[in-house]
T-cell receptor, first 117, second 111 residues
Framework: ETGVTQTPRHLVMGMTNKKSLKCEQHLGHNAMYWYKQSAKKPLELMFV???????ENNSVPSRFSPECPNSSHLFLHLHTLQPEDSALYLC????????????????FGDGTRLSIL | GENVEQHPSTLSVQEGDSAVIKCTYS??????FPWYKQELGKGPQLIID?????GEKKDQRIAVTLNKTAKHFSLHITETQPEDSAVYFC??????????FGTGTRLLVSP
């Protein structure tokens, strides 16, 4: 496996269900991200994790709960979602270079297409 | 809030023509600008990037230019091929690790 892998690729769930999205990166990076891509809207940053610690929550509703057990894995736990949460959820990773605060390229997975019934 | 504007939203060219996509950003402190290509059913793929200490960067048929004074940056694709057809996104970092994307340009290259 290379790059950033996301599972499942597609997910249909009811508003009362609980499900989780999974992301794994094989690039040796130490930062991981969740983005939301909706039709006719720019990609929106949701969460940032550095060295397994959450450093950014971009005003995301609590029905989305991220988890980062180690630098290679990232989860997004979903519960009580709304129809407007239907979107493509993208995971990305990058390398944070210690004292160097220059931004580094973010590499994306192919996403999970989520549909809320 | 900080944003990135991208134009045009759609672009149709004949194979072999050039294509130009333009973006503007609002945060004068932004200093790193990646471009992504997204094909149907795939995630965004980084194709080229530029930092604010250079004005132009080329990689084969793709080039990016940056005008920091005007807060403009552009993607240039020469000798377009049908496989260049995709949605292209510009992006700018707002601060550290916060990547803000443009709304995308759907490029269609006709044989």
């Amino acid at each position: 496996e290379t790059g950033v892998t996301q599972t499942p690729r597609h997910l249909v769930m009811g508003m009362t269900n609980k499900k989780s999205l999974k992301c794994e990166q094989h690039l040796g990076h130490n930062a991981m991200y969740w983005y939301k891509q909706s039709a006719k809207k720019p990609l929106e940053l949701m969460f940032v994790y550095n060295f397994k610690e959450q450093t950014e929550n971009n005003s995301v509703p609590s029905r989305f709960s991220p988890e980062c057990p180690n630098s290679s894995h990232l989860f997004l736990h979903l519960h009580t979602l709304q129809p407007e949460d239907s979107a493509l959820y993208l995971c990305a990773s990058s390398q944070v270079l210690g004292q160097d605060d220059r931004n580094q390229p973010q590499h994306f997975g192919d996403g999970t297409r989520l549909s809320i019934l | 809030g900080e944003n990135v504007e991208q134009h045009p939203s759609t672009l149709s060219v004949q194979e072999g023509d050039s294509a130009v996509i333009k973006c503007t950003y609002s945060d004068s402190a932004s200093n790193y600008f990646p471009w992504y290509k997204q094909e149907l059913g795939k995630g965004p793929q980084l194709i080229i990037d530029i930092r604010s200490n250079v004005g132009e960067k080329k990689d084969q048929r793709i080039a990016v230019t940056l005008n920091k004074t005007a807060k403009h940056f552009s993607l240039h694709i020469t000798e377009t091929q049908p496989e260049d057809s995709a949605v292209y996104f510009c992006a700018a970092f707002i601060g550290f690790q916060k990547l803000v994307f443009g709304t995308g340009t759907r490029l269609l290259v006709s044989p």
